[in-house]
C-alpha cells in the first residue's frame, strides 16, 4: 500500500497519469512507482561489477575508492576464479545483448511460422497483403519470381513465392554458416565489407545467443573485447536480421504503414464502450482482434450487454503496431499501464509477450478488469484466464477474447474515472512512407531528405526510441530530448515508448513543426506536410531506421557508410535488455548512441571506456551516456556537426 502520499508530479510529467496516480493513493492502490520507493537498487549490481554465474559466487568487484593524495590506490578485486572487472562487466553486459537479441528474434520466429501457415493457406483470417514488399524480400531471398523462359515465362503466385521464402527465412534460425541475408544484403556495401573484415557478420540467428551463453558461461571467454565482440555479432543479427524479419514480414501479412490519424493517452477510453487494452509486443492476433472489433455480431452482443461499442487501444509496442496499420488509438506507454486499469474502465487487458508487469495479476483484483494472458511463453501467474493463440484458428480465438470482454463489461464496480486528455498523431512512416514524401529516391528533387540535410534546413537524423523507467521522471526525458532536438533541426525518427510519449505531447502532428522547430525544419514539415518528430513503429521497427539510414547513404551526397551520416541514436529511459541490444546494434552499424537513466557498466572503467571510445575505430559508432537529456540531446548535435564537417556540409 502507498504510506504515504508522494507528489504525483514528481513521477509523471503526464497530466492524464498524474490524475490516475492521484487516485491510486487517495484508494491505497499500489503501483510501480511505490514498489521502487521501496526496492533500493544494488550499487554493485547496477554496475555490472555483481558475477553470479557460478556458485562459488556471487563475486562483487565494485571498482575501488580513489585514493588520497599520499595514499597508494587500491586495485579493483577479481572474482573467486580471477575473473577481472572487464570481464565479470563485459558478461553482464553480453548477457543483456543475448536476451534483448533472443527477444526481438524469437518474436520474428513467430512470425515466419505464420507466414509459413498463411502461404499454405493453413491460417484463417490472414493473408499476403503486401505482393510488391512480398517480392522484394523474395528477391533478397534468391527466390524465384517466375518460372519458364522466354514465351513460356510464367509469374508465380504469391502464395507459391511465400511457401519458398518461408523454408528460407525459417532455416536462418538454426543456420550454422555463411551470412544472414539482410546482412548482407541489406546493409551498405561498405558496411558488409567493414562487418566481414572484422569478422562479424552473424552466422545464424539462434547461433549467436547461444554462442554468447556460453562464451559468458563460467571459465569460457574472458577477454573483455572478445566478449563484446561476439555482442557485435549478435547485436548484427537482431537489427540486421530478427528485428528487420520482423518487421518486413509483418508488413507482408498485415501491410506496409503509410500515414494514419491516430489519438493518444487515457482519454481514448470511452465509459460506455467495452474497453479492451492490446499490451505487449506481438500484433498476430491484434490484428485480428481489430478486425473482431468491427463484426456486426460482436457490436450486436456488446449492445446486448448494455454497452454503446466496442473500444480497443493500446498499450506499448502492439500498441504501435496496430495503431500504425489502423489508427487504433493508443492508451499509454510502458509506465501507464497499470493506470489504464486504474481509470476502472478497462474491461479486458490482452498480453503477449515483453514489458508486461507481474503486478498487473494482482491489481486487476480491485477492480473489475480481466488479465487475458495469449501466449504460451508469456503467462502469468495469476492471470485471470489464458486464451492461448494458434496460427490455425485466430478469427475464432480473437472472437473468445473479445467475448470475455464484453461479458465482463457489466461487471465494471470501481466507479469509472476516465481522465480527458486525448491528442491526435499521425503515424505510420515505414521506410516506404518517409521515401515517399521526401522525394522518391530520397535524392533528386528539391525537397529529398538527403538534399535538405546537405542544405542545411535539417541539419541530421536523431533516432530516439526506447523505453520508460522508473527511476527517471516519467516520459520527462524523452520530451526534453525530442525538443531539443527538433529545436535545433534535428529530425527525429522514433518508435516504442518514445513515440507514444511524443505522441501524448501532440509532437507527432505537422502543427508541432511551428511550435517547437528550428527555422528549417519547420520549412521542410510545413512543405511536405509532415510532423518533425516520425513514428516508425514498434521496438522491431527499429529495424526501420536502419534502412532508412542505408537508404540515405545509398541516395547518395552524405558519404558512403551509416558512420559518415550526420545522425545519431538514444534511448533516454531505456529499461530493457532489448534496448541494450538495439543500442548494440546501432553502434555496431556506425551510430553514435547515447543513453540516459543508468549505465550497466561503469563497474569497469576499461570496458566502459572501450565501449565509448575504441570501438569508434572499430565499427564508426560508439557508445555514450549522459543523465541529462538536453545535454545528451545536445551531444548528439556536436556529433551530428561532427559529421557535416567531415562532409564539408557544415554551415
Ligand atoms: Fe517495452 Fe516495446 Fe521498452 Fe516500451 S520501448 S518499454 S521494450 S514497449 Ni521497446
Ligand atoms: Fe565468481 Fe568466477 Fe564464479 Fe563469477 S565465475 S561467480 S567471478 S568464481
Known amino acids: 500500500m502507498a504510506e504515504e502520499v ?32 521501496k526496492m533500493k537498487p544494488c550499487p554493485i549490481g547496477s554496475e555490472g561489477a555483481c558475477c553470479r554465474i557460478c556458485s562459488q559466487g556471487p563475486c562483487r568487484v565494485p571498482p575501488p575508492k580513489k585514493a588520497k593524495p599520499g595514499e597508494e590506490q587500491k586495485k579493483q578485486a577479481v572474482g573467486v576464479c580471477g575473473a577481472t572487472a572487464e570481464t565479470i562487466v563485459a558478461r553482464n553486459f553480453a548477457r543483456m545483448v543475448a536476451a534483448g537479441s533472443a527477444a526481438h528474434t524469437d518474436h520474428a520466429r513467430g512470425v515466419a511460422h505464420l507466414f509459413k501457415e498463411v502461404a499454405h493457406g493453413r491460417a484463417p483470417g490472414y493473408e499476403l497483403k503486401d505482393a510488391g514488399k512480398l517480392r522484394a ?100 543479427s537482431d537489427g540486421w536480421g530478427g528485428s528487420m524479419l520482423a518487421t518486413e514480414l509483418q508488413d507482408v501479412l498485415f501491410g506496409t504503414p503509410v500515414p494514419v490519424l491516430g489519438d493518444s493517452n487515457l482519454g481514448v477510453l470511452k465509459e460506455d464502450h467495452v474497453n479492451v487494452i492490446i499490451h505487449g509486443h506481438e500484433p498476430l492476433l491484434p490484428e485480428l482482434i481489430n478486425a473482431a472489433s468491427q463484426d456486426p455480431e460482436m457490436l450486436e452482443y456488446a449492445k446486448s450487454k448494455g454497452a454503446k461499442g466496442i473500444q480497443l487501444a493500446g498499450i506499448c509496442c502492439s500498441a504501435n503496431e496496430i495503431l500504425m496499420r489502423h489508427g487504433i488509438p493508443v492508451a499509454a506507454n510502458f509506465l501507464g499501464q497499470e493506470l489504464a486499469i486504474i481509470t476502472g474502465a478497462v474491461d479486458a487487458m490482452v498480453v503477449d509477450v515483453q514489458c508486461q508487469f507481474q503486478a498487473l495479476a494482482s491489481l486487476v483484483k480491485c477492480f473489475h478488469t480481466k488479465l487475458i494472458t495469449t501466449d504460451e511463453r508469456g503467462r502469468i501467474e495469476g492471470e485471470t484466464m489464458y486464451i492461448p493463440f494458434d496460427d490455425h484458428h485466430g478469427p475464432e480465438i480473437a472472437r473468445k477474447v473479445l467475448k470475455e470482454a464484453i461479458d465482463n463489461f457489466p461487471n465494471r464496480r470501481a466507479p469509472v474515472i476516465i481522465p480527458e486528455q486525448k491528442y ?133 551526397g552524405l558519404g558512403n557508410d551509416i558512420s559518415d551520416l550526420p545522425a545519431a541514436g538514444a534511448a533516454p529511459e531505456w529499461m530493457s535488455e532489448k534496448a541494450i541490444s538495439i543500442g548494440h546494434y546501432f553502434v555496431s552499424s556506425g551510430v553514435y548512441t547515447i543513453f540516459s537513466a543508468a549505465w550497466p557498466t561503469t563497474g569497469s572503467e576499461i570496458l566502459t571506456d572501450y565501449l565509448f571510445h575504441g570501438l569508434e575505430s572499430e565499427l564508426g559508432g560508439m557508445w555514450d551516456f549522459e543523465l541529462d537529456p538536453v545535454v545528451a540531446a545536445q551531444k548528439m548535435i556536436a556529433h551530428i556537426d561532427k559529421k557535416r564537417a567531415a562532409l564539408g556540409i557544415d554551415k
Open 6 to 37: 508522494v507528489k504525483v508530479e514528481s513521477r509523471t510529467v503526464d497530466p492524464a497519469e498524474q490524475q490516475m496516480l492521484k487516485r491510486a493513493q487517495a484508494e491505497g492502490i499500489e503501483t510501480i512507482w511505490d514498489r521502487a520507493d
Open 137 to 236: 524480400i523474395a528477391r533478397d531471398y534468391d527466390v524465384p519470381l517466375s518460372v519458364g523462359e522466354g514465351d513460356d515465362k510464367k509469374s508465380r503466385s504469391k502464395e507459391e513465392i511465400a511457401q519458398d521464402l518461408a523454408e528460407k527465412v525459417l532455416a536462418e534460425f538454426g543456420q550454422q554458416s555463411g551470412e544472414l541475408v539482410f546482412s548482407s544484403k541489406r546493409a551498405p556495401k561498405k558496411r558488409v565489407e567493414l562487418w566481414r573484415g572484422l569478422d562479424v557478420m552473424p552466422r545464424g540467428f539462434d547461433r549467436e545467443v547461444v554462442e554468447i551463453m556460453h562464451r559468458t558461461h563460467m571459465g569460457v571467454d574472458q577477454d573483455y573485447k572478445n566478449i563484446i565482440h561476439q555482442c557485435t555479432r549478435c547485436a548484427i
Open 424 to 556: 491526435p498523431c499521425v503515424v505510420g512512416f515505414s521506410m516506404e512512407t518517409i521515401r515517399y514524401l521526401l522525394g522518391g529516391s530520397i535524392r533528386g528533387s528539391y525537397y529529398t531528405l538527403n538534399d535538405n540535410i546537405i542544405g542545411g534546413r535539417v541539419r541530421g537524423i536523431g533516432g530516439v526510441v526506447g523505453c520508460n523507467n522508473v527511476r527517471t521522471l516519467h516520459d520527462n526525458a524523452h520530451l526534453s530530448m525530442v525538443k531539443e532536438l527538433i529545436k535545433n533541426d534535428v529530425v527525429v525518427l522514433t518508435t516504442g515508448c518514445n513515440a507514444i510519449a511524443c505522441a501524448k505531447e501532440g509532437l507527432l502532428t505537422p502543427e508541432a513543426a511551428i511550435k517547437y522547430c528550428g527555422a528549417g525544419l519547420a520549412e521542410v514539415c510545413e512543405t511536405v506536410g509532415i510532423p518533425p518528430v516520425l513514428h516508425m513503429g514498434s521496438c522491431v521497427d527499429n529495424a526501420r531506421i536502419l534502412l532508412a539510414a542505408a537508404a540515405c547513404v545509398r541516395a547518395g
